[in-house]
């Protein structure tokens, strides 16, 4: 005798676990393949199940498929009628434009999972009965978007055929070997990050929206930045745009330019000091450094007995100082020649 888990009852999939006595006591069980009527085992020595002494025989890949595509269809009609979701994860190659309108910088995220509801789009449902190599399993078909078409493929013993792959239509393929991959087809979702199925021909699409602000984190975005102050001192920043951006906006009206796109200018194998010198080189802009200051002094100080280190000293603030300082000095002065 085979046992099955799965029938048809009021013209509906149900599994064995989820069968009552009452249901057994009222309602009929029908084998899902051929429509012969079944009996649910609820209690006894052996597990759950239905069976009938019917002479037709499945093997059990034919069973799965046919009660795999069964239950899908089951789950996605309830969907649609019940507008419960339906979901399909898909990947995308995200860009994220929160930035764009003042630094004209796009964070590209790289990729990440959208989500959609296919009942949005997919609003109709064909079901081919057995198994055809050139018919697809179940069609997901658009009244909005007739052209839209997915095909789901249930795939038991095969793979979907190479003819199917290359018709260029929207595949979903779906690996069923055991009664839990089909429980799970009534979680009400298809997503690309699970192992058994597989997305053939869906374009990898780009999207470009302001993600950043939906994370918790927020834009991590790191940025090269120049600012040059209406006072004639820069500085060059490195770290996350949003802090930059910050910064920026509570010293709006000190500045007057920010190159948010410094690093066109940097070249490969330079310092990243010689960068910058090249960069206001470029620009037009004085470097300013102690060391081209009229107020530079040079302080000898002794680290043992046979060295001596000259550090800097601004005449000017009479204390020592160090090169950089010079680039927010309010009293940088250049040398005269
Ligand atoms: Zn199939
Ligand atoms: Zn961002």
Redesign the pocket.
Known sequence: MIKYSWAKYNDKPIHISDVTLEMRKNGSFLNIITNEKMTAYLEGKFKPHFHHLNKTNFSNETYL?EVAKEVFKEAYLNSIENKIPFYLEYPINAECDKHFKQTKIICELGRKTETYDLTQTFDKLKVEKG?DEFVP?IQLLSTKKPTEIIFI????T?KSTQKKLNSGNKIIEIKIENDLDIINLKNNILSFNKVNTQFYNFKLTTITKDFCSQTKKGCRESRKVFVLNKNGSYEFLDYYLESILGEIYSNNDNIKFVDYDLERFYQKGKSESENQIEYLNRKGIQIRECELCRYVGYSRKKINKKDVRLSLFCKFKKESTESESAINCEYFRTKKH
């Open positions: 498929h198994f399993d493929e249930i795939e038991v095969h």
